[in-house]
């Protein structure tokens, strides 16, 4: 008894000298990205003539098939308007001109819907409105590890997006 009894203590001993030799660390690897190389941004240009009206509101749709059906809810997606300067002012927001024009967004896989109306129907024509001028979005879709590994960054901030996700202005 006491002969398989040294046996097994000399087993467990080899067995855990065997277990703590082989769990040195090793090297660390190199540092990772957040997850900014599966951002997306894409830049729309919208020319007058390209709003279509409903009884209550005018809209465009704009194709980004990188937001599907399995990222859809999960996913942080912003929507900037701009007229071609480089100053982009995120969605929803409102233009305030004779009256006040509210431009929004809603999202479906595939798509993003940029909706526009006044506070009483359907309001002017945003292809008369924007006639001068080729009106752009751009549309920024933010998986959500990217996301969490960020989640100091401002939305609604096209520039801090941008230096934060390393996007393509």
């Given at each position: ?21 082989g ?6 690897g ?25 009884s ?48 929004g967004f ?9 909706t526009?109306e ?33 989640p100091n960054?401002?939305?609604n901030?096209?520039s ?6 390393n996007?393509?202005?």
């Amino acid at each position: 008894m006491k002969k398989l009894f040294r046996i097994n203590v000399a087993i467990l001993f080899a067995t855990s000298m065997l277990i703590i030799n082989g769990c040195k660390k090793g090297k660390d690897g190199e540092p990772g990205k957040d997850g900014s190389s599966t951002v997306i941004s894409k830049t729309f240009s919208i020319s007058s003539g390209s709003w279509v009206s409903t009884s209550s509101r005018w809209y465009v749709s704009l194709t980004v098939p990188e937001l599907t059906t399995s990222n859809i809810n999960s996913a942080a997606v912003q929507v900037f308007f701009g007229s071609g300067n480089n100053n982009w002012v995120a969605m929803p927001f409102t233009e305030v001109a004779t009256s006040n024009y509210f431009m929004g967004f809603e999202t479906d896989p595939n798509y993003i819907k940029v909706t526009w109306e006044n506070n009483v129907g359907l309001g002017s024509n945003p292809n008369s409105f924007y006639s001068l001028t080729t009106v752009q979005f751009k549309v920024v879709v933010i998986p959500p590890s990217a996301r969490m590994a960020n989640p100091n960054v401002d939305l609604n901030n096209y520039s801090e997006l941008s230096k934060a996700f390393n996007l393509k202005n």
